[in-house]
Structures are given as structure tokens and as C-alpha cells.
């Protein structure tokens, strides 16, 4: 099941880091049912098939976190018996995952206090935790105007907008992620989701980067929600880009010319007015 997951998830593309993170930790359960000589033995298997699964995503930050504090919390101090770590990844998983998914839940509840009635703001992307807190806003009364950029070349913003067009009170406009400086001085924030921030740099799909540089320019503030998970200060992770197909750019081959296709791209978080999380607002 192990080996399964980590394939599934090397190929996952528009799946949420949080469910890449619940997927792998569920999948470490697996070990309890195998056989181990001893303790040493069940803790380095702990430890390779995690670091595998971490491998699967370089990317996501909420995967490393995750699994670098089950393997933490199981291994130390050293069970005394096999059968006592293996109950201790049981225990661990559980509250993990749980933790996981009731964060997303909890950042959208604060990032909703960002909207007041008649708020007008610019999203980018697809953000399940964004659009919770934009429907957790209209739900408590308040009548939101919302611009969504496509961010190409997936287009995923595309589907932003559809799902708030469904939303009461909530008016969507989808544009061109090119588009963003036409509509900014229109608005009174950017709000947008998170694949994680190490140190001082915030790494979201690509195109974040051009809407937080005009949105400084022309002072609209820029906010971030996300689970505090996404945000690491130290411990190892490395954020690692992605380069995809360069046929989502164009179909007809490049003759003469070459295509980069980067997945995200980085932000200095300096632009950023604040980041909201379930555990706290951090201001920058």
C-alpha cells in the first residue's frame, strides 16, 4: 500500500496539500501489520518508507511537516517493544490527520474576517481554504465582489469562479492573469491560498508573484490563508519546483525557441500584509 501511495501521489496534480498529507500519513498505518525482528527494525522501516512518501512531492510542505513529526513522535523516545510503536503510529496518525483537516477549516474561519460587507478583492488560483472564507463571509451576511485571475496555463482559476458563482452574494469576474493590474486599484485586498512559505519566501502557483509586485505598487494589501503547517521556519525542507509539460504552454511543437513551464513561483514575503493561519496572524 505504501509503495501504491507514493506513486499516487508523485502523480497528483490539482489535489490540496492536505489531502496529500492525510494520504501518506493513513498510509504508514500499513506497517503495524507487517513483522519486525526489532525495535530498530520497525523504526528504520518507519523512517525510510516516510522519507519515500516526502519524495513523492518535494513541494509540499504540509507532506514533510506531517511526516518528519510522526516519525519524531514514534521513534523518541524509543518504544520498548515493537508492538508499543506500532500502537504509538496508530495514536500519532490519527491525531495528525485529524489535526490536518480540521486546519484548513480553522484558517478559512479566520481568514473570513478579512471580508467585510462590500469588500471588493482579487483571488489567484484555486484555494479550497480562500473559498471557504469567502463563503463563510457571505454566509454571515456580507456582500462580496471578486475578481479571479485564470492562472494559466492550467486555468484552474477557472474553476474558482464557477464555484463562486454558486455562492449567495458573492459577485465573480474571472480575467486573465495578465489582466490583474486592470482591475487592482479597484480593490481593497489581494487574498489568495498557500503552497507554503520557508524563511522569508512564499511559494504559490505561479503568477503570485506579478499580482503581489502590483499590488505593493499600487498599496492594495496582500493576504495569505493557509494552514500554519505551510509556513516553516527551519528543519530541512527545501522547496522544490515543479516544471511541467511544456504542451499546457502550447501544442504546436517550439520550433527555434524553447518553453518553461514552472508550477510555482516565489514571492518575498515582504510584499505580504499578513498571513493567516489556524493558529495565529503573522504580519510582515
Do not use: W
Amino acid at each position: 500500500m505504501i509503495d501504491e501511495t507514493v506513486e499516487e501521489i508523485a502523480e497528483l496534480q490539482t489535489h490540496s496539500s492536505s489531502i496529500v498529507a492525510v494520504k501518506a500519513a493513513e498510509a504508514l498505518v500499513e506497517l503495524r501489520g507487517r513483522e519486525f525482528a526489532t525495535v530498530e527494525e520497525f523504526v528504520r522501516s518507519l523512517e525510510r518508507n516516510s522519507s519515500a512518501l516526502r519524495r513523492a512531492q518535494p513541494s509540499h510542505a504540509s507532506l514533510f511537516t506531517t511526516q518528519q513529526e510522526i516519525v519524531r513522535r514514534v521513534s523518541e523516545p524509543e518504544p520498548e517493544s515493537v508492538g508499543e510503536g506500532k500502537e504509538r503510529l496508530a495514536e500519532v496518525v490519527t491525531e495528525v490527520t485529524e489535526r490536518v483537516e480540521t486546519a484548513k477549516s480553522e484558517a478559512a474561519a479566520n481568514g473570513a474576517e478579512l471580508f467585510r460587507d462590500g469588500t471588493t478583492v482579487l483571488t489567484h488560483d484555486y484555494s479550497s481554504t480562500v473559498l471557504e472564507a469567502i463563503e463563510t463571509a457571505a454566509r454571515a451576511g456580507k456582500h462580496l465582489t471578486v475578481y479571479v485571475t485564470e492562472a494559466r496555463p492550467r486555468y484552474l482559476g477557472r474553476k474558482t469562479a464557477r464555484t463562486l458563482a454558486g455562492i449567495d452574494r458573492v459577485e465573480a469576474t474571472l480575467l486573465t492573469d495578465a489582466a490583474c493590474g486592470h482591475v487592482l486599484d479597484e480593490c481593497d485586498r489581494v487574498v489568495v491560498g498557500m503552497d507554503c512559505i520557508v524563511g522569508e519566501t512564499f511559494y504559490n502557483r505561479v503568477g503570485t508573484f506579478p499580482i503581489a509586485a502590483t499590488a505593493a505598487e499600487l498599496a492594495v494589501p496582500m493576504h495569505v490563508v493557509g494552514a500554519s503547517s505551510k509556513v516553516i521556519e527551519s528543519g530541512g525542507f527545501q522547496f522544490e519546483n515543479e516544471f511541467r509539460s511544456t504542451s499546457e504552454v502550447m501544442r504546436e511543437p517550439a520550433e527555434g525557441f524553447d518553453v518553461v513551464n514552472p508550477a510555482y513561483d516565489a514571492t518575498p514575503t515582504h510584499l505580504l500584509e499578513s498571513v493567516v493561519t489556524d493558529e495565529e496572524t503573522l504580519k510582515f
